[in-house]
């Protein structure tokens, strides 16, 4: 694979797009990421375009919460909850008060008009149980019967809200108390679904000199801005050597900075084309789609929007590939995150085909690539837990590689916590996959995903 990048450009590739800042959608740094990506696409010889997404905006302001006795506590307001400013009931200055009680979503005797305060603890996810699900693994060191992944979720995942609205509360702290590390820059949830009270996480120090002071009187600030913006897919093709066509994407927005989540997909995505782009079409097996998302941080908006665009296209794929998240271990140290030199563990989500199945455990242990499981698509929920989700729906067969870091969500997601010597095996293995793919048709998929 001559044609492969070297480690140093990749790694060049996700510092230009983190030096941009924060590239949440529609955010001025993700308006520029989509056109770098456009005329770096171009300069290879594709045929780029750029396909429209309307996505819900959010922007935050003010976060603090004010105990009646003085006390003050900076947080970070919700994404995609209400702003307390000119909210019905609330104070001058826009803030909400009310009572604060301790896990009020919980409480038999829980009162309409309470802020809830509800601790958020990150789950421990044993290998030995993940491989019981597996349908393989690549595990030369042996360590999956041992090894505890933590993950960036609570067991409600993105619904951290739902269980305060149940109860009728007026508005939402969440205390970070179960992070391993110290932080207030949880960027959950990320579902674009827009949550009628207001809401504020607190680092776990913050939070936990909140708990000793409930029940008590405070008034919550948490401001914010939402409006709709036009954002845009990244859509780039080339020819190939059959009437089929692969698809190589990944999405481009994030939630901060974020090195891992998803400049390193991004980059990924551009060494799989800079590779196909030198290699002549009759070589290469199929038509090739090289898919750069928006709005992932919106529900997957700009999947959902590619695949409304391009439906009646979705019967000639032969494959889906997505790329998300190369990324390090890390490990908390004195209240901040440690990369070690080790991968998170890798997940390959791929449909239920034998061949599929086995062209891509192959191909882990052609590049080396460690710590990988096998996984079905919908081992975990419907979906798999991927940008590329709404694709399985829709019967496309897919290969989804994702890594779970537990600072996905977080500002703490920056240049050291990318996997660098995970790249180009990554970017090998996206190209050993589609190469895989020759002579293949979509029904010789289907008929067994």
Known sequence: MEHVPSVAEMLGWIETIVERGIRRPGYPA???????????????????SLEPVEVRRWRPGTGLLRLSDGTTFSGMPLPYTASTGGRPGGRPGGGLGGRLRRRVARLADARPGDIAVDELTFTDLPQSYVKTLATSAYDPEGVFDTLVQTIPFGPNMTRVVEPALAAGAAGFVGALTGVP????????????????????????????????????????????????????????????????????????DGPWASAVEDASGCALVLAAAHHWARVPAAERPHNLTFLLTSGHMAHAAGTRAFIDRHRTELADVVLELHLEHAALR?????????????????????????RLERLVQETLEAEGLRRSFVLPPDVFSPMPPTDGAFFHPEGVPLVHFLSAPMYLFDSADTLDKVDVAGLEPLARAAIRIVSGTAGWTPADLRDTA
């Open 181 to 252: 590390w110290e932080t207030r820059d949880y960027y959950v949830p990320y579902d674009a679904v827009e949550r009628p009270v207001p809401a504020l996480w607190l680092s776990r120090s913050d939070a936990r000199r909140l708990l000793d002071r409930l029940p008590c009187d405070g008034e919550l600030v948490a401001e914010s801005v939402m409006d709709t913006v036009v954002t845009h897919n990244v859509v780039a093709t080339l020819p190939g050597g059959s009437p089929h066509t692969v698809i190589v994407a990944s999405h481009h």
């Open 30 to 48: 993700d308006e520029w990421t989509e056109r770098w990506l456009a005329d770096r696409l171009t300069e290879l010889g594709l045929r780029v």
């Open 330 to 354: 890390c490990e908390p140290v004195d209240g901040m995150l440690v990369p070690t030199a080790d991968p998170e563990v890798r997940w390959w989500f791929t449909s239920r085909a034998a």
